[in-house]
């Protein structure tokens, strides 16, 4: 079992930016953010592999969100710039063990608000 606990959400305004952190109770190779706004699916943000960051390609994050890692912390970290009403959603992390099986740990979800 892996426990995520994250923070850094809040209220920002547009244009604002924002770190979002997310502790681990194991150590995990991947591990994710995603967000989901309502009335939309959970979408993957960034990634990190280790400390090889990936990032979907997509319009709406790219260019704008930086993961990053601090392994002897367990934490990883979500660089938000330059901020928009339409990035509010809950953030989750995410942590994805491979072998023996492949399991998805997540965390409670961070809520990110975006004001004009």
């Known amino acids: 079992q892996v426990q995520l606990v994250e923070s850094g959400g809040g209220l920002v305004q547009a244009g604002g930016s924002l770190r979002l952190s997310c502790t681990a109770s194991?150590?995990?190779?991947?591990m994710a953010w995603y967000r989901q706004a309502p009335g939309k699916q959970r979408e993957l943000v960034a990634e990190i592999l280790n400390e090889d960051p990936r990032y979907p390609d997509l319009d709406s994050v790219k260019g704008r969100f930086t993961i990053s890692r601090d392994v002897p912390k367990r934490t990883i970290f979500l660089q938000a710039i330059d901020l928009q009403p339409e990035d509010t959603a809950v953030y989750y992390c995410?942590?994805?063990?491979?072998?023996?099986?492949?399991?998805?740990?997540w965390g409670q979800g961070t809520q990110v608000t975006v004001s004009v």
């Open positions: 194991k150590s995990v190779s991947l």
């Open positions: 995410n942590a994805r063990t491979l072998f023996p099986k492949t399991i998805n740990y």
